[in-house]
């Protein structure tokens, strides 16, 4: 895990107009075929904990994981590592609004886009509909946000929201929420309830 790190690292370093040549070379020396293209940094620690739970090292199966900082980044992720760049490839989660991004961004990279899993608002969303309102509730209590999450409730913007959007836009309200949440909350789901973008994803692994 901690080479595949150092590739996530320098594929970041690349991408922000570094040399390519730490990319390239650990690539390599890893085997690496597959790079999954994720949004942010919370989708990241999704699938790395379901990896986890299901028994999946994907290191050892050349699968690199890469949090771009956003879906307008895809372009440049896809060049660098699709065909035309490492010739990985390509697949990963978008949610359904940055569509566009990551269909534009992976034609002129000349990936295919069949191996891109669309969430319907976003993971945390899927995530959230998947374990029921009250099974979350259940996790912020644990981890002692509970009368954060009340506090929240009790907001004017949140009135007459539904509950899964309110707890959607609650993870997003405080620095690294979203990031602890999205391995939280895939380590509570049972396996028969993975939300489908995110099991569609693995079954492409």
């Excluded at 690349?14 to 730490?22: F, I, L, R």
């Excluded at 896809?78 to 566009?100: N, S």
């Excluded at 959007?165 to 609650?170: L, P, S």
């Amino acid at each position: 895990m901690a080479d595949m790190r150092a590739l996530q690292d320098a594929v970041t370093n690349w991408a922000a107009g570094g040399p390519d040549g730490p990319a390239r070379d650990l690539a390599e020396s890893l085997g690496a075929r597959t790079a999954v293209l994720l949004e942010g940094l919370s989708d990241l620690a999704a699938v790395e904990a379901l990896a986890d739970r299901r028994g999946r090292d994907l290191a050892a199966e050349g699968v690199c994981a890469v949090s771009m900082g956003g879906a307008m980044s895809v372009g440049r992720y896809a060049g660098l590592l699709g065909p035309t760049g490492l010739g990985l490839r390509l697949t990963g989660l978008c949610d359904d609004r940055e569509r566009g991004f990551y269909e534009r961004g992976l034609t002129r990279a000349q990936a295919p886009l069949q191996d891109i899993y669309v969430c319907t608002d976003d993971l945390e969303d899927e995530l959230i509909r998947a374990l029921g309102t009250a099974e979350v509730e259940e996790i912020f209590r644990a981890e002692g946000d509970f009368r954060a999450w009340q506090s929240f409730q009790r907001q004017p913007a949140q009135h007459g929201r539904p509950r899964h959007r309110q707890m959607r836009r609650f993870l997003g309200t405080k620095r690294g929420r979203k990031i602890r949440y999205g391995r939280l909350l895939v380590e509570a789901l049972a396996p028969d309830r993975t939300p489908p973008p995110l099991d569609g994803l693995f079954a492409s692994l």
